[in-house]
């Protein structure tokens, strides 16, 4: 990460947790020695060494609004960061947008082969649920069932997997400024403030009632969180199209302009790249403004939403 | 179904359960008229009209065992289904089994697209944990995440989605006994293992303790439970192996003899038809045995047992 965007004591953070993440899933994931041994390597291929680990920074920072116990957003963390990876290597999938690098290494089906690929994608998502239920993420086991239910939906149809099929949908055609909102919100977004959310959760703010009917000045909170959460899901996406515009393939470790070329709509095919830099200012801005009544325990999270949004890679 | 294997009773239970599943599904799917609507309509598209539905007669069956609440078992049912439906729909795909007919019908890859059906398989795993957080199983939460962890290990890469990677990585080579049978106990057994015990958790005689730490007896009485869901599974297994060869492919809706043309080992390529009809009769008589202590509770699980190792197709 650069030194520019970050104080240096946001980057020690940043740093410590993304070693903390791997550390985590390094545990948690099954052993390569064990059977069958080829799918439990590629996994662990897979999700290790690599990525900038957002998704986990976020319930991280988003656990110390709330208090919330280490070892409990440990695997809240761990278990988005496999939907996250196991949603990358069926996408990378030759069927989907074929791609062969990822992250700088060769793509799961690349260094493998597709069916093993399908299935280190099926079993990480497995495995993140298992977590979910297999660990304690809260003091009241109704409400870490809302958690697993939460996770669900962000994951699902009528999440990241339908905000896929809406891109596949979409190649070649032109999409209005709210279809691609509404595709990003889906694919990126859903996940993002799905991590936002579980890492709250696994705190105290919010009082453990069945479908989350909490007292009303923390569903204002967890509104406001949950919009938090959004925006900057939102952001992400468009600084990605920016920056996919921008940067080159070494810098990115991925091909670059890959998504234009494939005749799939951007924030920057459609406003122009000087109106996709300021829509993601302004979704900043307004992110920013939601943290204001968290205080000083939104700092992390304030520091991440910087990050997100300023950074250059 | 055919006559002659079943009394008019259990013939009439099987149809009425086959429809209330079928009913079930049509329900918990999302609507083919909800965005993304292409999705929506090829995740009911592999899942409904369509097989014998085993896994949910088993919870039906398992839940008279325990005195389950209807609702509850329609929820586990349908879980344990759509695991089922994904793997064959990601099973049958290019890369896996590349076949391109299921149950009389197009693949889900070749009826829409591979993307698309790739896209089915990850949303219909999503929807099944989706389920058995959002409603309830069990007075018990705790016990609720128990059962989701237990779906989950029968599903991933320590249960079906692993065995499947040892069927792959089995082509061609030559397997011993155990090793088929480890094979087998996974990427079949798993899950009708799980669609037993489920169905029985839904109900009263398991008391709700974390990690399943029953009392003495009905810790036995689950042993008993596993261990003939572990048999009937393997029989399944072995009978599919007979008819696969036997059958031809109009009646089976499937290319028969596949497997065996395929290279991938078989119980009839291991021991002979003979033998491994004998093997499927010698699991079925230990199945019932184990169901001796459950009396007249256990008549529908008996009837199971029956129809899965006697059926002709």
Redo the contacts between chains.
């Keep these: 990460m650069r030194e520019e965007l970050m104080g240096s004591d946001f980057q020690s953070w940043v740093t410590a947790q993304q070693a903390r993440c791997e550390d985590v899933l390094h545990e948690l994931l ?1 052993r390569a020695e ?3 041994q ?3 390597e590629a ?1 662990r291929y897979a999700v290790l060494q690599g990525g900038k680990r957002v998704r986990p920074l976020l319930v991280f920072a988003a656990g110390e609004l709330t208090g919330a116990d280490a070892a409990r957003l440990n695997i809240a963390a761990a278990a988005v960061e496999l939907i996250h990876a ?2 990358l290597v ?1 996408d990378d ?1 030759p ?2 947008d074929n791609d062969v690098l990822r992250r700088g290494k060769p793509t799961c089906h690349v260094q493998y ?4 690929a ?2 280190v ?3 990480l ?3 993140a ?2 977590l ?3 660990h304690r993420l809260n003091d ?3 409400h ?3 958690m ?2 939460l996770l ?2 962000a ?4 999440g990241m ?2 905000g ?3 891109d ?2 979409s190649v070649g055609k032109s999409l209005s400024l709210p279809e691609l909102e ?1 595709m990003h919100i889906h694919k990126t977004g859903a996940l993002i403030r799905a991590a936002v959310l579980l890492g709250a959760h696994c705190g105290s703010i919010f009082p453990a009632k069945p479908d989350f009917a909490e007292k009303p000045e923390s569903a204002t909170q967890r509104d406001k969180l949950d919009r938090f959460g959004k925006l900057i899901g939102l952001a992400f996406q468009v600084v990605d199209d920016v920056l996919d515009c921008e940067a080159d393939t070494a810098t990115l470790g991925k091909t670059a302009g890959k998504d234009a070329n494939n005749g799939k709509p951007t924030y920057v095919t459609l406003l122009g790249l000087s109106a996709a830099r300021n829509m993601a200012e302004q979704l900043h801005h307004e992110a920013l403004e939601l943290l204001v009544e968290f205080g000083q325990s939104a700092q992390r999270l304030r520091e991440l939403a910087d990050f997100i949004i300023l950074r250059k890679f």
Excluded: W
Aim: aromatic share 6%; hydrophobic share 40%; glycine share 6%.
């Design positions: 099954p064990v059977s069958p080829r799918l439990h996994m196991y949603s069926h999938m069927c989907m082969d597709e069916a093993t399908l299935l994608g099926d079993s998502q497995t495995l649920f298992q979910l239920a297999n009241d086991p109704q870490q069932l809302d697993i239910k669900a939906l994951s699902g149809s009528r997997a339908g896929q099929a809406i596949l949908a509404f």
